[in-house]
């Protein structure tokens, strides 16, 4: 058989099939262009989705019916099908609404239903859509539509003799002045309404607009960390994301007036916009007795009908890309996070680094189970250094510590160098292995309600350490009890839809945790919830009959759960492993529909399932055609043979760590050369933001990111990568850090091109400075629009410091 099976439209019953063939087949069309694959491919994974099965559980499980289509294009035809079906919605809506109106022409229906835009289908319904009563209404009313009429087909005809006649005491037309003014109303709300001559002006201004912000007087003080937007313009096509979401931050501050301008440095007598209107309608200057009023009307209709209308229209546009983008960034950086190498089941003794309050610490076992805490206080103002290092060489002793992570708050670099100390007084074949980790969110879960039941009677400050803790053994189980958003690794997250973020992020922890899978036997319900077709309440069911038979042997045993049918055992299996189980491949990704094809694969090997696993050299010289059938393709049996070969297969890295430099702390510690190696902690499409262990991160901008030209900054790096950088320009006072990858760098040669760039006015890519995506808990937002401060005192997290200088500071754009 082919590879794929055949694929068919929507089945009947479905939401696809409820739309109109033509209809379903132009949406499939649209979102195979967008995602690169066939229609036939989009209308099966409609058909999949439609009936409740998930993204997660389509790409891994039913690559016959999609011919292979992955998470991302999965993903990508979801977000659209909900948009075009919203579309779709809209055009019979207003279709209906202008056939009430008896105004449906057939040349109209067709342009409604060519509208491949919401803005487009709205453009075409504004001469329909029921509206105040305008002075164009009025006037119309006051019987002057002949007189706009005449005076456009017409432009011999003197304006003021042809008024004459309309004017009426009893129309409420005073004179001549009053009719004209009528009859320009209702022509400049005709051009206004004409979707053809707004299409052409949205693009116009779209090619030739310029974003232009000004300080609101009085505000420069309040608003100094939009200095550079103070008197900025920059091209409506080139202006990037980040700095648009800076620019609209601060009008909703009151800082800054943003507009779109076009046409302002052209000199003709009529401006280019203004003769699209006329030309649209005929209207040129030939001398004749029309012409001037004619003009006149064209050029009114532009500026106080069309131009602010279009205006709104694309800022609204590039706000939602602006937004898109934006989301996008934060979407990939949490992936990596997320995905980030796992320390192990270690016993794990987790640092919160305090100074007055103290630093809390907390030690979990393999599992992540809190076992013991306790309170020390090295520094000031008790220096109680010789009671600190003996309670932890005691819990280091008494639970077989083998890895520490310290939370890299303020007092981080002080507790490792006390960490450190420790451990030398440690043998080395027991000593255990120290990490700094980024707690961004930590204080979040700490205080949350799923913390409390976890670690019933622990003081909120103990849970921060014990999660500091869990989350160097197993960053994925304990990220996923955090809302996403308060992970802060994205830019400007508070200023873009939260709905759509909200979506974006919880789709990307979805993928995630799926594509790792989770054991049954050991996982949190919120791990759980995050499976294939488990919802919240599924989740704690499962763990409430986990807790009531022991532990799970079977898969098999999932069906006995309450509530748990059959669709959502079918979703969910394939995701939940069993080590030691009764079944074998319950421990590998293989679902259970396709245990029959997985046995036969072993039978034809002549081994035992448990013996057969594992072993490359016998799997490999099978073909895989001689195993296919009616429902299993070749997608199928080589995710089996491939499963069977390295069974719970894990897609994340090997854990690894940066090596700090010893007496490098604080950001003043820094110079121009020093080699360094540091952990990045996010990536943005301006560069990446690296954490060097002095509570600030530095910006390596897209032109040092490596010897060769880089569009993309994801194509090099991504959020966890350990890299090595050498710093270029720290500016102190405003907690800047410039750095660069490259491998040869001339660094006096780039100190004064930055400074030459910064003189003549040249504008890189900061935008408002200070501290980014915030801190550990949901304090007040950052400029970099994150989630806010934590704790009085702490210093932000990595990957929320990188906000912070995100918005500050990208140094030598440009120089590729």
Sequence with gaps: MSEFSDLTLPAPGTKAAALAPDVALRIARRIADEIGCQPTQVNSAVQLLDEGSTVPFIARYRKEAT???????????????????ELEDRRVAIVKSIEEQGKLTDELAKSIALADTKSVLEDLYLPFKKKRRTKAQIAREAGLEPLADLLLSDPSKDPEQEAGSYVSEEKGVADTKAALDGARQILMER???NAALVGQLRRHVSEKGVVQSKLIDGQSEKG????????????????????????????????????????????????????????????????????????????????????????LDLMGDLRDKA?????????????????????????????????????????????????????????????????SRATLLALIAKHKVGLIAI???????????????????IPPASRPVKVIVNEAGASVYSASELASKEMPGIDVSLRGAASIARRLQDPLAELVKIEPKSIGVGQYQHDVNQTKLARALDAVVEDAVNAVGVDLNTASPALLSRISGLSDSLARAVVEHRDSIG????????????????????????????????????????????????????KACGRDVRQLMGDSSVLRGLDPKEFTDERFGLPTVKDILSELEKPGRDPRPEFKTASLADGVEEISDLKPGMKLEGTVTNVTNFGAFVDVGVHQDGLVHVSQ??????????????????????????????????????????????????????????????????????????????PGGGSGGGKPGNAPAPANNAMAAALAAAMNRGRK
């Design 551 to 602: 532990r799970f042997t079977s898969r098999k045993q999932l069906k006995e759960v309450p509530r748990l049918g059959a669709k959502a055992f079918e979703l969910c299996a394939g995701f939940l492993r069993i080590n030691d189980g009764e079944e074998a491949l319950d421990a590998s990704s293989v679902h259970p529909e396709a245990y029959p094809l997985a046995k036969r694969i072993v």
């Design 323 to 387: 937004e898109e983008e934006a989301i996008q960034v934060f979407a990939r950086n949490l992936k990596d996070l997320l995905l980030a190498a796992p320390a192990g089941a270690k016993a794990t003794l987790g640092l919160d680094p305090g100074i007055r309050t103290g630093v809390k610490v907390a030690v979990v076992d393999g599992t992540g189970k809190l076992i013991d805490t306790a309170t020390i206080y090295p520094f000031q103002p008790r220096n109680d250094i010789a009671g």
């Design 67 to 85: 011919g292979g289509l992955d998470d991302t294009q999965l993903r990508k035809l979801e977000e659209r099908l909900i948009y075009l079906r």
């Design 407 to 425: 939370g890299n708050g303020t007092a981080s670099r002080e507790t490792d160098r006390l960490t450190a100390d420790v451990l030398g007084d």
């Design 705 to 782: 990111l490596a010897d060769k030209f880089v569009d993309d900054p994801h194509k090099v790096v991504k959020a966890g990568d350990i890299v090595k950088v050498t710093i270029l320009e720290v500016d102190v006072k405003r907690k800047r850090i410039s750095m660069t990858m490259k491998s040869d760098v001339d660094y006096q040669g780039q100190r004064e091109r930055a400074a030459d760039n910064r003189q003549s006015g040249h504008r890189d890519d900061r935008g408002p400075g200070g501290r980014g995506p915030g801190g550990r808990g949901p304090g007040g937002k950052g």
């Design 191 to 193: 051009f206004a309404e």
């Design 224 to 311: 100094a960390k939009f200095a550079d937007y103070f008197d900025y313009s920059e091209p409506l096509s080139k202006i990037p994301s980040h700095r648009a979401l800076a620019l609209f931050r601060g009008r909703n501050e009151g800082i800054l007036s943003v507009d779109l301008t076009v046409d302002a440095d052209d000199v003709s007598p009529v401006k280019p916009a203004e003769k699209l209107v006329a030309d649209t309608y005929g209207i040129a200057d030939q001398g004749r007795p029309g012409d001037k009023w004619l003009m006149d009307v064209a050029r009114w209709a532009w500026k106080v009908k069309l131009a602010l209308h279009i205006e």
